[in-house]
C-alpha cells in the first residue's frame, strides 16, 4: 500500500473520507494540522494510504516535544480521540506500521495512540480516561426526562435564575470563563490564538455558547458538530456560576439546541475517573466508556503518566491554583502548548 504524507492539494479526499468513515470522529479532520501547527509550532504528520487514487486510511499524528513532559508522538494531540480510522486491516498496519518506524528514526519516548475502542493489539494500554457518549431524542422534553430528577432540578434552578444564553460570534468571552476555570483547577490555559483559530478554522462546525446573568458572563462552552453529533469541548464557569447552577444550564441549552438541529448524540467529552468532571457527568444519566489509548514505547520503559493526579505535579496544581489571573494568562501558555 502507498503511505503518503498530507499536502494542502490532497484536504478535500482528506476530509470527504473522515465524514464516509465510522471510525472517524471530529478529531481526525485536517483541519486541526493547520490549527496546531499555527497555535503551538508543532510538527504534524498526517498519513494517508491510497488504494487505486482513494483514501482509504488514514493516521494524525503530532511531535511534541519539550524539556518538561518529554518527547512524543500523539495521534491526535489536544484531541480526546485519534489513531487510525481505516477502512481495512492492511490499511491500518501499513500506517501504524510507518507510523512506528518513523518513531524509531527521530527517537522519541513513545508513540500515543488516542483510540476511542479497543483494538487487538500486543502494546500496552492506559485506561486512566473514559468518555461519555449518549443518543438523544428528537423529542426536547424526553431529553429533559431522561436526566436524573437531582441533576434535572440544578437546571431547572438555572432556569428560574433567569440565565440567558447566545451564540457568541467571538471566543473573548469564552477565553475569560474557560481561563478563569482552569486557573482554579491548577492548570494551565491555553492561549487565546488557540480557541480563535479553532473558529477560523472549522467554521460552522465550531460554535461557542455564552451563558449571562444580570448582563454578566458566567459560563461558555465551545461545541464541535460532526456528523449527527454535538461535543462540548472548551467549557468554563466564573466563580458566581456555580451558586446559580449556570454550568448546568448552560450544557442543558447545547443539548437543547442539538436536538432542534438535528443531532442524535450527544458526546460529553473525555474525563479522568474519579474526577469532579467525571461525577458532574454521571449525574447526568452519562454511563462511562474506557477509553483504550495504545503506547508504542520507543525510548521509554513504562507508559507515560501526565497528569494533574499524579503526585509529582500536586505542588505545581496547587502553587497554580494560588496564582493571580492575570499571571496565569501570561504564563500559562508557554506550559500548555506542551501538553498536547
Not at 473520507?17 to 478529531?27: G, H, I
Request: aromatic share 14%; with cysteine; net charge positive.
Amino acid at each position: 500500500m502507498d503511505v503518503k504524507l498530507l499536502d494542502d492539494g490532497h484536504k478535500a479526499k482528506w476530509d470527504a473520507f473522515v465524514d464516509a468513515c465510522p471510525k472517524a470522529s471530529f478529531f481526525h479532520k485536517s483541519g486541526w494540522k493547520d490549527v496546531i501547527e499555527r497555535a503551538f509550532g508543532h510538527s504534524m504528520y498526517y498519513f494517508y494510504v491510497e488504494e487505486a487514487g482513494r483514501i482509504v486510511g488514514i493516521l494524525p499524528l503530532g511531535h511534541i516535544k519539550s524539556l518538561l513532559f518529554g518527547n512524543a508522538f500523539i495521534s491526535n494531540p489536544f484531541c480526546v480521540y485519534g489513531g487510525v480510522a481505516a477502512e481495512s486491516e492492511d490499511a491500518a498496519w501499513a500506517l501504524e506500521n510507518t507510523a512506528v518506524c518513523f518513531a524509531r528514526e527521530l527517537g522519541v519516548d513513545y508513540l500515543e495512540f488516542r483510540n476511542r475502542t479497543t483494538k487487538n493489539s500486543t502494546r500496552p494500554v492506559k485506561s486512566l480516561y473514559v468518555t461519555f457518549r449518549k443518543n438523544l431524542d428528537p423529542e426536547i422534553d424526553k431529553n429533559l426526562g431522561a436526566i436524573p430528577r437531582k441533576q434535572r432540578a440544578m437546571i431547572r434552578k438555572g432556569m428560574a435564575a433567569g440565565l440567558n444564553a447566545t451564540i457568541d460570534p467571538g471566543v473573548d468571552r469564552l477565553y475569560a470563563a474557560y481561563a478563569e476555570s482552569v486557573r482554579n483547577l491548577g492548570t494551565p490555559v491555553f492561549p487565546k490564538r488557540y480557541f480563535a483559530l479553532l473558529r477560523e478554522v472549522f467554521g460552522d462546525s465550531c460554535e461557542v455558547l455564552t451563558v449571562e446573568h444580570q448582563g454578566l458572563v458566567v459560563g461558555s462552552v465551545m461545541n464541535f458538530y460532526f456528523r449527527d453529533e454535538v461535543l462540548p469541548y472548551y467549557g468554563g464557569g466564573t466563580e458566581r456560576a456555580r451558586e446559580i447552577k449556570a454550568n448546568d444550564f448552560m450544557y442543558w441549552e447545547v443539548m437543547r439546541r442539538a436536538v432542534e438541529r438535528g443531532v442524535r448524540i450527544f458526546d460529553y467529552g473525555r474525563s479522568k475517573e474519579g474526577t469532579g468532571s467525571y461525577r458532574f457527568k454521571i449525574h447526568w444519566g452519562f454511563k462511562p466508556e474506557p477509553l483504550p489509548y495504545e503506547y508504542e514505547l520507543v525510548k521509554a520503559r513504562e507508559v507515560p503518566n501526565i497528569n494533574p493526579l499524579n503526585p509529582k505535579y500536586r505542588l505545581f496544581v496547587s502553587a497554580w491554583q494560588r496564582l493571580p489571573l492575570p499571571v496565569s494568562k501570561v504564563v500559562g501558555p508557554w506550559i500548555s502548548k506542551n501538553l498536547g
